[in-house]
């Protein structure tokens, strides 16, 4: 492409909004034929049925999961307190969120607004209006997360045409060991561990993949050397004095020791595991989320052969997530969450920069929704808006052919998690 006309359009794109119509296309003076090909990559996005490959259950509007009203659903992680959900409402992404969500439902743009449209229309109503209004046809729950009137994955069915499990493992070993405390049972590292397999076994084929929050549970550095030895104790250490609900968190041999057990398993069913990485909420501490500390995992021969999907774009780490998957087999990345709980700016950069080494095939959208019906709507319609920038920008700087965008955005949005997850239903088309 010519250098000058690249400048002007460079210049022009930046100022007009990221779906340019044709109108904005006549602004952004292009040839003829380079607005066609843009108009056909954004008609792909546009119209693709997206595979969402995390999210979380939706709950009733009376949980008691919903502490802070509809602002909650532009915090991020569990620990919405009064100073997350004051935060939440003075930023970019609650902003563009409110309108994006006002304009969905025909109301005002105001929190009062969207809130009493809400309560009036009632959780069926706007579960169906967000749902179509995403345009996704396949959901994968991580259903691990402890919360008051959760929708069981069937429910989610009533809305999409399909709905799979994700299993969150540190929640199976903690849900064995609050049941353990209420029939009384006193655990070895052997009996235990062999009630975690068996529970991981009895669902594995059932399951679309395995998830992990080890990230959260003191950072993705993994112990490849604890010992037997060694979980006993985090175990013993666990049991004093538990009370439900049981957490594993502050007991690292035990959490390396089962993480490891997970992997053999994953291995043997061949399962993705999901791995939290980059950010969340306080619980977390983001130093030890950088996807780097995970090189143990990923030199070790044994786990050579697991497929890890690193969530949320590592945000911020996305450039070490994209070199990551760049030199291991074994690395796939996903983009939830940080679309789109970022400013635009921030989700184009994580999009980019994950792009930057990692093959595309590798690149994956989901939403992370959880709890709000909205968060999956935002979650599809800011990924579409993203996707297409990114792409837009690979094919004006040359990288991509429009044919090339075009196949690369169905990858990005759908194909990629239908072949990685293996998903395969008539209910969904392969676009
Ligand atoms: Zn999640």
Known sequence: MHFSLQLTMLFAVSTLAI???PTAIEALKLTQEEGMELSELRETVEEIEMVDGHCHNLVEFDSNSITGGFVQAFTVGAFADADAIAFAQTSLSFKKGLRDVAELYGTEVSLQGVEEYRRVSGLQSITSTCLKAAKISAILIDDGIQMDKKNE????????????RILRTERVAEQILEQGLSNGSSWTIDSFTEAYVSKLRSVAKEIYALKSIVA??????INLN????????????VL??????IYILHHRNLVDYLFLQSLEIALSYDL????????????????KSNPLHFRSVLEDQRYSKCRFVFLHASHPFSKEASYLASVYSQVYLDFGLAIPKLSMHGMISAVKDLLTLAPIHKVMFSTDAYTFPETFYLGAKNSREVVFSVLRDAYIDGELLISEAVEAAKDILARNAIRFYKISSSNITVP
């Open 153 to 164: 994955i069937e429910w989610h069915k009533n809305f999409i045409p399909f709905a799979g």
């Open 216 to 221: 959260y549970y003191g950072g993705l550095e």
């Open 226 to 237: 604890v010992t037997k030895t060694e979980a006993e104790e985090s175990l013993r250490q």
């Open 272 to 287: 993705p595991m999901q791995i939290h990485t980059g950010f969340g909420d306080r619980l977390l501490d983001l130093r």
């Open 240 to 245: 004093i004095n538990a009370t439900k609900p």
């Open 19 to 21: 779906l340019p119509n």
